[in-house]
């Protein structure tokens, strides 16, 4: 059974304009889409700015109201259920954001960052378990422990980047919306977060739906690609017939972006 199944969801913002502010029509960021996640599974979401990837992880983790469709999680639809009834869902479904700096508040200190959601779903750890679960998280996204004392601003945003995903992993999620991860980061830091990140998918079981816009990112990490559009799914392929060959005009367009070695 998928961990995820995503079923016909849309997800339309209204336009409206003249004088009375009257509803024109609608964009239609998320339209139509369909696909699942199995559990420990990596599906590669692509396309450009604007294509709707983001908008979809958002809808999926509730986060933005869908227009309609079905998100399934774990044999459990999601998108019905009050915020009350979603709490526990929060703890497996947990989101990488681009910005490593902004997602991040720069008045708390690492540890208070980091614990924040261990306060929220595990309300009777002592103080110190939840500084000791803070340490141990630290390491393993290789940072040292003693940088929880730390403010974000103290940090590349490399470090940053693998705060947010300690700060993920503190719940024990099963499945992570990593949402462009890796956009905002030099190329070098680039390869050494997405190798974190297989790691720690190795390491626990992790299913991740990776957003990005860049083929080159996904080509790795991906076992399904997901090529999006305009707010459709154009092509969906395994990972390595997307790459060695692809069907839609969009998709061949996005390789022929990707720089190639000399």
């Not at 889409?33 to 990837?53: A, D, H, I, R």
């Not at 705060?163 to 949402?179: M, S, Y």
Request: charged fraction near 25%.
């Amino acid at each position: 059974m998928p961990l995820l199944e995503v079923q016909n969801l849309k997800t339309w913002f209204p336009v409206h304009g003249g004088l009375l502010r009257r509803q024109m029509g609608d964009i239609k960021a998320v339209d139509d889409v369909s696909f699942t996640v199995e559990p420990g599974q990596t599906v590669g979401l692509v396309g450009e700015s604007g294509s709707g990837k983001t908008t979809v992880g958002r809808t999926i983790l509730k986060l933005i109201p869908p227009t309609s469709g079905r998100v399934v999680f774990d044999g459990r639809e999601i998108l019905p259920l009050s915020e009350k009834e979603f709490r526990p869902f929060r703890r497996e479904m947990q989101m990488i954001f681009q910005d490593p700096f902004g997602s991040l508040n720069p008045r708390f200190s690492i540890a208070e960052i980091v614990s924040e959601a261990l306060e929220i779903h595990f309300p009777k750890k002592s103080r110190a378990e939840r500084r000791d679960r803070v340490a141990e998280l630290l390491r393993l996204v290789g940072l040292q422990p003693e940088m929880m004392r730390r403010y974000p601003h103290e940090f590349s945003g490399g470090q940053r980047q693998r705060i947010g995903i300690a700060r993920a992993l503190a719940v024990e999620p099963r499945f992570i919306v990593c949402d462009e991860p890796v956009s905002a980061l030099d190329v070098s830091v680039q390869a050494q977060i997405v190798n974190l990140l297989q790691d720690l998918q190795e390491q626990f079981g992790i299913a991740y739906l990776f957003i990005a816009h860049d083929l080159a990112v996904v080509e790795h990490i991906s076992d399904h690609v997901l090529v999006m559009h305009h707010g459709k799914i154009v092509e969906s392929a395994p990972a390595e017939a997307i790459y060695n060959n692809p069907q839609d005009d969009y998709t061949k367009s996005l390789l022929a972006a990707v720089p190639q070695l000399a």
